[in-house]
């Protein structure tokens, strides 16, 4: 069996600053892609920012150069930093983990973001 907890999510102001983290549990041999999903209410869930077990990353356009998202392979942990948040930012967000060649999904944490 395998976990994923996520944790970091709540309210802000506009421009400032929230760090979610994802830790993996359970029987893991093998840690390959690691991500950060978003979803709106009435809207498809969307990539936020992904980090390859060699650790290249990418973006979503819409947080280039604002998130920033690393992982602690000792610890099989993904984080995203989000600085200068903005309202449009305000979604459920989901971490993303492929384990043992599967594919878990944490389960959501809020990010609202006050404007």
């Known amino acids: 069996q395998v976990q994923l907890v996520e944790s970091g999510g709540g309210l802000v102001q506009a421009g400032g600053s929230l760090r979610l983290s994802c830790a993996a549990s359970?029987?893991?041999?093998?840690?390959?892609?690691m991500g950060w999903y978003r979803q709106d209410p009435g809207k498809q869930r969307e990539v936020v920012a992904t980090i390859s077990s060699g650790g290249s990353t990418s973006y979503a356009d819409s947080v280039k150069g604002r998130f920033t998202i690393s992982r602690d392979n000792a610890k099989n942990t993904v984080y995203l930093q989000m600085n200068s948040l903005k309202s449009e930012d305000t979604a459920v967000y989901y971490c993303y983990v492929n384990i043992n060649w599967r594919d878990y999904w944490g389960q959501g944490t809020q990010v609202t973001v006050s404007s």
């Open positions: 359970g029987v893991i041999f093998r840690i390959n892609a």
